[in-house]
C-alpha cells in the first residue's frame, strides 16, 4: 500500500497541470482516474500530503459516525478528516470542485489512508453518483443502529439544538404519528428507512465496497466491529483490547491512544426522551417490513427490535 501512494504521489509531482492519460509504457501502474481527474495531490515540506479520500464514512447520522471515526483514527495507518466536509451533498461546497475537497483533508502520510464521514451522504439521493464518479473503488463504511432507536436520537439531536436556542419543539409524540399512524412525512422516520437509501447506492457500488458496521454492538463491545473494520480496509490488524476501556459511570467504552484517554462527547450518550410504550410498538411494528427488505438487499441480518 505503501508503495503504491509513493508511485501516485511521485506521479502527481511529475504530472502537468492539466492531466493527459496516463503514459502506458513506463511500466508504473497508472493511477486510478480519480487522481489524475483533480490536479493532484498536495505535497508538504514535513513528508505529509494532502489526498483524495479512499474511505468515507456515509452515515447514517445518529448512528454512531463519531465513534466510528475516532475509533479507526487508533490505526496509525489512517488519517481523519475533523470536521464534516458535507462536499457531495451540498451544492454550495460541491460547486467549489475537487480540489476545495482535496483541501478540506488532513495532512496524511503518504503510507496512510484518508477518510472523511458526513452521515448525511447516506440520505442523499445524488451523492452515490458523485462519489462513484471520483473513485468508483472508493471504499464506504456504513454505521447503521435500531432504526427506532436512530429516530429518537435523532429527534434528540433537534430537540437539544432548539432548546439552546430558545426555538419551539415539538413532542415527540406529535411529530411521530399522525392522525393514528406514523407519520411517514417526519424526515427522521424517512431516514431510518434503510432499503430506500441503501437501494441509491447499490445503483453505483457492489455490495463489496459497503461495509456495515453493527452500531448496537460497536457500542457494547466495540473491538471487534473494528476488527471487521480493519479487514474490510485491508489495514494490518492493530487495534487491540488495550485501546478500549469501559467507564462504568458513563456505561460505555472509552478510548485509550498512546496512554491517552478519552471518551466521547457527553452529547453522544444522551437519553431520549420517554416515549409511550404503544407508540413504541407502533414504530417497531412499522419499521418490520421495511428492515425485511434492507435484510433481504444487504445478505444479513441484524439485531434490531
Ligand atoms: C505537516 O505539515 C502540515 C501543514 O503545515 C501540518 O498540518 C501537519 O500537522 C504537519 N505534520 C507533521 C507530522 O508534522
Ligand atoms: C490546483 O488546486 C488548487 C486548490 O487546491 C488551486 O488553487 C490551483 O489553482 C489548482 N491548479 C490548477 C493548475 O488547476
Ligand atoms: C424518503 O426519502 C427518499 C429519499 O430522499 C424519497 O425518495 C422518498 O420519497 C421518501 N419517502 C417518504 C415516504 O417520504
Ligand atoms: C468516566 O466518565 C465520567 C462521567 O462522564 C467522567 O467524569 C470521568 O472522567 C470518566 N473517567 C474516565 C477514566 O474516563
Redesign the pocket.
Known amino acids: 500500500m505503501a508503495a503504491l501512494l509513493l508511485v501516485l504521489l511521485l506521479f502527481a509531482v511529475q504530472s502537468p497541470p492539466v492531466p493527459s492519460r496516463p503514459v502506458a509504457d513506463t511500466g508504473t501502474p497508472s493511477p486510478p482516474p480519480s487522481l489524475s481527474s483533480d490536479n493532484g495531490t498536495t505535497t508538504h515540506p514535513n513528508g505529509t500530503l494532502q489526498q483524495l479520500p479512499q474511505i468515507i464514512i456515509i452515515g447514517v447520522r445518529k448512528g454512531g459516525t463519531r465513534a466510528l471515526i475516532e475509533m479507526l483514527s487508533l490505526h496509525s495507518e489512517v488519517a481523519a478528516a475533523q470536521n464534516e466536509v458535507h462536499f457531495f451533498d451540498w451544492e454550495s461546497h460541491f460547486q467549489k470542485g475537487l480540489p476545495w475537497y482535496l483541501s478540506q483533508m488532513p495532512y496524511a502520510f503518504p503510507n496512510q489512508l484518508t477518510v472523511e464521514k458526513t452521515p448525511a451522504y447516506f ?3 445524488k451523492v452515490p453518483k458523485r462519489i462513484h464518479h471520483m473513485n468508483p473503488d472508493i471504499k464506504l463504511l456504513l454505521i447503521l443502529r435500531d432504526p427506532t432507536e436512530r429516530v429518537l436520537s435523532d429527534y434528540t439531536q433537534i430537540f437539544y439544538n432548539r432548546l439552546q436556542k430558545h426555538k419551539h419543539y415539538q413532542p415527540i409524540e406529535s411529530v411521530l404519528v399522525k392522525d393514528g399512524e406514523v407519520n ?2 417526519y424526515k427522521a422516520l ?1 431516514r431510518s ?1 434503510y432499503y ?2 441503501m437501494q ?1 447506492w447499490l445503483q453505483y457500488f457492489p455490495l463489496e465496497s459497503i461495509h456495515i458496521v453493527d452500531g448496537d454492538e460497536l457500542i457494547r463491545d466495540p473491538l471487534p466491529e473494528m476488527k471487521k473494520v480493519e479487514r474490510f480496509l485491508k489495514l494490518e490488524p492493530q487495534i487491540s483490547a488495550s485501546n478500549f476501556y469501559f467507564n462504568k459511570t458513563k456505561g460505555f467504552y472509552c478510548l485509550r491512544d498512546h496512554g491517552r484517554e478519552r471518551c466521547l462527547h457527553d452529547s453522544k450518550g444522551r437519553a431520549h426522551p420517554h416515549v409511550a410504550p404503544v407508540i413504541m410498538q407502533k414504530l417497531y411494528k412499522f419499521f418490520h417490513e421495511p428492515n425485511k427488505k434492507f435484510f433481504e438487499l444487504v445478505g444479513r441480518t441484524f439485531n434490531w427490535k
Open positions: 440520505t442523499s439521493s411517514l412525512g424517512n428507512l430506500v437509501h441509491n
